[in-house]
């Protein structure tokens, strides 16, 4: 059963494009990460969002928690090479178990 | 602080041999995971543990074993090597308190190959 999907699995686009991608559930969860990771390293934490349609900012990154706590999408605003990478979102329940999806993967062309 | 340390970061494995993955973290966390991630894919959660002692299955737990005897170290390991368990496997930890998980902070992961 797949607890998360994430979409588009691939994006390429040209540097200085807006992007949004998506984190969706069939379960509700007390918590939602995202992450991004490069080649050959391990993931980095971007962000936690805990109540439902609660929006964080981080730069030109802007994180949005679905209202039934479901979902949550990822938006990027003039996006640069340096946001190539993949994209994770993690699902965490009360028991401390996260679980990932399968990522999207994003190329920004200069 | 060194964070999250694993060992090896590479091995290469013949089908039906045994090893194991050191995972050890020196920020007192309490949460510990195990994660497989093949090629252009995401994490797939093999085993974690909530505290020394206590561990559970996640999505894929078939061909492997943990422990968590102290709060720093938390060991995979892989009986009898199958080709399907050619992957990176990354650990990571984290310190969390009632419903929120805190940032999970990732080793560098371990490159294993079977053949």
């Known amino acids: 059963t797949q607890l998360l999907e994430q979409s588009p699995q691939f994006l390429s686009i040209q540097e200085g494009e807006n992007l949004t991608v998506y984190c969706n559930s069939s379960s509700v969860f007390s918590s939602l990460q995202w992450y991004r990771q490069e080649p050959g390293e391990g993931p980095v934490l971007l962000v936690t969002v805990v109540t439902g349609g609660e929006v964080k900012k981080l730069k030109r990154l802007t994180f949005q928690f679905g209202d039934a706590r479901k979902d949550s999408s990822l938006h990027i605003t003039a996006a640069q090479p340096g946001d190539t990478g993949l994209y994770l979102c993690a699902l965490n329940t009360n028991a401390g178990k996260s679980t990932f999806g399968d990522g999207t993967t994003l190329t920004v062309k200069p | 602080n060194a964070g999250v340390t694993q060992t090896p970061k590479f091995r290469i494995l013949k089908i039906g041999q045994s090893m194991t993955l050191q995972c050890t973290q020196d920020m007192n966390h309490n949460y510990m995971y195990w994660y497989r991630q093949d090629p252009g894919m995401g994490l797939k959660l093999i085993y974690y543990?909530?505290?020394?002692?206590?561990?559970d299955k996640g999505e894929v737990p078939n061909g492997y074993n943990v422990s968590r005897s102290t709060t720093e170290d938390f060991p995979l390991r892989l009986e009898l090597a199958a080709p399907s368990q050619t992957s990176v496997y990354f650990c990571a930890s984290s310190k969390t308190t009632g419903v929120t998980t805190g940032e999970l902070f990732f080793g560098e992961g371990s490159r294993l190959t079977v053949l």
């Open positions: 543990s909530v505290g020394a002692g206590i561990t």
